[in-house]
């Protein structure tokens, strides 16, 4: 059996603060990552740190890029057992982003209407939420809801997701991939 592993997390950024006063819940990024070690992890996100726009699908580095100008990250990370079929389609869904990048960018109008609870999908746009629900539900993992009214938060229930790690994300990496036998990770409160 295989895994794709799901990333919530909290930065420290000007609109990561205001979604979480918004939205009152803890988490306000999602990523996804084929590997526990989170080598190769992907969302919708800004492009440059210092700039909230332009916005896009992006590689995401722990230590580098936004997620470098944080000491302490919040997260918790789940796992969703997949085939060997699912797997095959995620790579190749993430590679359709990888290859096409320049012709994605992020659902800023689709904000509103997400936080309204309006379902509104933009072809070629994106938040990070629906990035990761979408592509949950293109490789075959049922929704509850259309995948354009998924936030963050939703992820920490989703179905057939078993929280693998909770606590801080650059000691989870830096646990990951300095001792490569490192299976079950600590947990820690936040």
């Excluded at 689709?110 to 592509?135: E, H, I, M």
């Excluded at 075959?140 to 354009?148: H, N, R, V, Y």
Aim: hydrophobic share 35%; net charge positive; aromatic share 18%.
């Amino acid at each position: 059996m295989d895994y794709i592993y799901i990333i919530v997390a909290q930065t420290g950024t000007r609109p990561a603060r205001l979604f979480r006063f918004m939205t009152k819940k803890p988490y306000n990024h999602v990523s996804l990552s084929s590997s526990a070690d989170l080598s190769e992890m992907y969302s919708f996100c800004r492009t440059y740190r210092p700039f909230i726009l332009p916005a896009t699908f992006n590689r995401e580095i722990v230590g580098k890029g936004t997620l470098g100008q944080f000491d302490f990250i919040p997260c918790e990370i789940y796992r969703v057992k997949v085939t060997a079929g699912q797997k095959a389609e995620y790579n190749r869904i993430i590679q359709h982003f990888v290859d096409n990048r320049k012709i994605y960018s992020y659902n800023l109008l689709g904000l509103v209407p997400l936080y309204l609870k309006k379902n509104w999908a933009r072809d070629k746009n994106f938040v990070c939420s629906q990035f990761v629900a979408y592509t949950m539900e293109r490789i075959g993992i049922p929704l509850e809801k259309p995948f354009s009214l998924y936030t963050p938060d939703d992820f920490r229930n989703f179905p057939n997701a078993e929280l693998y790690y909770a606590g801080e994300l650059n000691c989870f990496y830096d646990d990951m991939t300095s001792k490569p036998e490192f299976l079950f990770p600590r947990s820690f409160s936040t």
